[in-house]
Every structure is written in C-alpha cells, then in structure tokens.
C-alpha cells in the first residue's frame, strides 16, 4: 500500500508564497516521476509541474517564473515552492507520482489534495 500526503496549502494574500509538500510512504521500490496538479471549481484538473527521477523538470505556461518543482530523492518528497501567488491560483492541489513496485510495475498515486486560496 502506497500513500501520498500533502501539506502547506492554506489561505495567503495576493503576492504572497507557499510551500506544498507531498511525502510518499509504503511499499515502494522506485519512485520516477512526481507531479503537481490544480483542480479549481468547476474546471479540469491541469498540471502545474513535473519533476523526472533525473530532475528534468515541466511547467504550466501559467505558472513558468513563479512555481519552483524539487524533490528530495531520500525521502520520496517532492516540494512545490510558490512566489508571485494570484487569485487565479485558487485550487486544490494534488500530487501525483509515478511508483514501482517490487517486480518493477509502476502505478500511479494520487495524494487527498490540499487547499490553496489566494484573496485578499
């Protein structure tokens, strides 16, 4: 059993920032490709950045210069850094990664998601 945990959502002015955290834990064996993605209401789920197991990293076009993706490798966490936040950014965000397990088959988890709300 594998599980994606989200935090640092929360509620922050116009120009602020926030850290998201997403910590996997469980049966894993590999952990390649992490990703943060948006759902706001009433629209799709997008992605807003992706991180490989050899750290190549993909921005959305609406968040390229403000949104930093890392990971920490030893700790199957991987980081979402945000500057510049806007109202537009109002979303739950998810993490998503991509895990193998003991025979090399991966999956896809997802985490429960975390609030992120930007108003003044």
């Known amino acids: 059993q594998v599980q994606l945990v989200e935090s640092g959502g929360g509620l922050v002015q116009p120009g602020g920032s926030l850290r998201l955290s997403c910590a996997a834990s469980?049966?894993?064996?590999?952990?390649?490709?992490m990703r943060w993605y948006r759902q706001a209401p009433g629209k799709q789920r997008d992605m807003v950045a992706a991180?490989?197991?050899?750290?190549?990293?993909t921005y959305g076009e609406s968040v390229k210069g403000r949104f930093t993706i890392s990971r920490d490798n030893t700790k199957n966490t991987v980081f979402l850094q945000m500057f510049g936040l806007k109202p537009e950014d109002t979303a739950v965000y998810y993490c998503?990664?991509?895990?193998?397990?003991?025979?090399?088959?991966?999956?896809?988890?997802w985490g429960q998601g975390t609030q992120v709300s930007v108003s003044s």
């Open positions: 991180i490989t197991l050899d750290g190549s990293l």
């Open positions: 998503n990664a991509r895990i193998g397990n003991e025979y090399g088959v991966p999956y896809e988890y």
């Open positions: 469980g049966s894993i064996f590999n952990v390649y490709a």
